[in-house]
Nanobody
Framework: VQLQASGGGLVQAGGSLRLSCAAS????????AGWFRQAPEKEREFVAG????????AYADSVKGRFTISRDNAKYTVYLQMNSLKPEDTAVYYC??????????????????????WGQGTQVTVSS
C-alpha cells in the first residue's frame, strides 16, 4: 500500500488542523493505520492509531483530548483532527500502515517498527 499525507501547515497556538492520509494499492480495510511525528533532533513518536474499522483507537498521552483519529475505508483515507494545538506539537507528521488482514481485531500498535508502510510526511508548525 502507498500512503500520501497532506494537510500540514502553519497555525497559531490554540488553532486546529486536519491531516489526511490517502492510501492506494491494496484493500485499505485490511490495514491498521497510525500517525507518528518527529521533531528536530528527537525520536519519531507515536501520536495515534486506529484498527481496521475504528473499533480500537489509541492515543499518546500528550495528545489525548485534543487530537482525534478516524478513517473512511471507502475513501481509503485516515484523518487526524488536531485541536488546541501547542508549539510542542510542531513536527513532521507521518502516516503509517500495517497489514492485519480483513476483520482482524488487533489494537493499533505504538512502536514505529510495527508499521511496514509509511507516507512522506507533512510539516506542522505551531507558533506561540
Amino acid at each position: 500500500v502507498q500512503l500520501q499525507a497532506s494537510g500540514g501547515g502553519l497555525v497559531q497556538a490554540g488553532g486546529s488542523l486536519r491531516l489526511s492520509c490517502a492510501a492506494s494499492g491494496r484493500t485499505f480495510s485490511h490495514y491498521v493505520a497510525g500517525w507518528f511525528r518527529q521533531a528536530p533532533e528527537k525520536e519519531r513518536e507515536f501520536v495515534a492509531g486506529i484498527n481496521w474499522n475504528g473499533g480500537s483507537i489509541a492515543y499518546a498521552d500528550s495528545v489525548k483530548g485534543r487530537f482525534t483519529i478516524s478513517r473512511d475505508n471507502a475513501k481509503y483515507t485516515v484523518y487526524l483532527q488536531m485541536n488546541s494545538l501547542k508549539p510542542e506539537d510542531t513536527a513532521v507528521y507521518y502516516c503509517a500502515a500495517a497489514y492485519t488482514g480483513y476483520g482482524a481485531y488487533i489494537p493499533p500498535p505504538s512502536p514505529a517498527s510495527s508499521y511496514s508502510y509509511w507516507g512522506q510526511g507533512t510539516q506542522v508548525t505551531v507558533s506561540s
